[in-house]
């Protein structure tokens, strides 16, 4: 199964901020390996970075998720594995700074990688790395495409998080609900589905 998600990570912003900025709400708390990849979750990473992450390939660019790099240095980043898109973003003072996007359906090549702003002195490096690695494999022939990890490598060499590779030890997710919804789980029209997905 592909992955159609997008994140956001802000250095410096308490949770309980955030969750006040999205009113939202904690519903539970779970390890990695419980959470599903459906809905918005929240966790705190090393170095003072706060991650929201939601079920939309680009759900951290835009509506509440985006507003919350105006609380610090943000980065965000979005995939859609399934057109082999992959984008990424960078923001000083809530304005964009750097943006990064593959799509190699637009361009019409594997090695598609268009810029927009001043990346941070890192990204040379990776964009290289990737490239070689996609000749490597055989080029545009190749059934692989690597450039695709270029904006989620920038972004995890910025806040230490990819989505689908190993988070930090001790990290864990919290699932969020907008405040007052029903919790999914608890569809239906009975009172005590709507006692309880209040609660």
Not at 184 to 189: L, Q, S, W
Request: charged fraction near 25%; proline fraction near 6%.
């Amino acid at each position: 199964m592909g992955i159609s998600n997008s994140y956001i990570a802000v250095q410096g912003l308490d949770p309980a901020r955030a969750l006040e900025a999205l009113e939202m709400e904690v519903v539970e708390v779970c390890e990695p390996d419980e959470m599903s990849l459906s809905g918005v979750w929240m966790g705190e990473l090393p170095g003072g970075w706060l991650l929201l992450l939601c079920d939309k390939y680009d759900g951290a660019f835009g509506g509440k998720l985006a507003q919350l790099a105006a609380f610090g240095p943000a980065v965000a980043c979005g995939l859609n594995e399934y057109v082999m898109y992959s984008e990424a973003r960078g923001y000083e003072g809530g304005k964009q700074v750097w943006r990064i996007v593959h799509d190699r359906n637009e361009e019409k090549s594997v090695n598609a990688l268009a810029l927009d702003g001043n990346p941070p002195p890192q990204f040379e490096a990776i964009a290289r790395n990737a490239r070689a690695e996609q000749d490597e494999k055989g080029g545009e022939e190749a059934g692989v495409d690597m450039i695709f990890d270029v904006p989620p490598t920038l972004v995890q060499s910025i806040c230490g998080y990819m989505l689908g590779e190993d988070e930090p030890e001790g990290f864990r997710y919290s699932r969020l609900r907008k405040i007052g919804s029903v919790d999914p789980r608890m569809k239906g029209n009975g009172f005590l589905a709507r006692l309880f997905g209040r609660a």
